[in-house]
Nanobody, 121 residues
């Protein structure tokens, strides 16, 4: 009933930029926090950036100053602008959203299927 679809992943050279986007659709009343997670080979999945409904943001230290998360509540999208990319940014990036499906319900987490970002020469 709720789907999150990521786009924008791909291959980029070190120092380059990519913009990831995620669109939420389905039975949605509202969306609380949204975020981008990533998982690199051999590593745990980590929260890269999060954003509240009101626009407050939080970033993992390793991407501060390089990545910017934003959202459009009307369009139900969240984006991650990634600049000055490093090889260590290589990972599958997952969109997450805490979705309220009906008025008065608690939010539930939904996940996208992931999009691969490869930073390499």
């Amino acid at each position: 009933q709720v789907q999150l679809v990521e786009s924008g992943g791909g291959l980029v050279q070190p120092g380059g930029s990519l913009r990831l986007s995620c669109a939420a659709s389905g039975s949605i009343f509202s969306i609380n926090a949204m975020g981008w997670y990533r998982q690199a080979p051999g590593k745990e999945r980590e929260l890269v950036a999060g954003i509240t409904r009101a626009g407050s943001t939080n970033y993992v230290d390793s991407v501060k100053g390089r990545f910017t998360i934003s959202r459009d509540n009307a369009k139900r999208t969240v984006s991650l602008e990634m600049n000055s990319l490093k090889p260590e940014d290589t990972a599958v990036y997952y969109c997450n959203a805490n979705v309220v499906k009906n008025w008065g319900d608690n939010g539930m987490d939904y996940w996208g299927k992931g999009t691969l970002v490869t930073v390499s020469s």
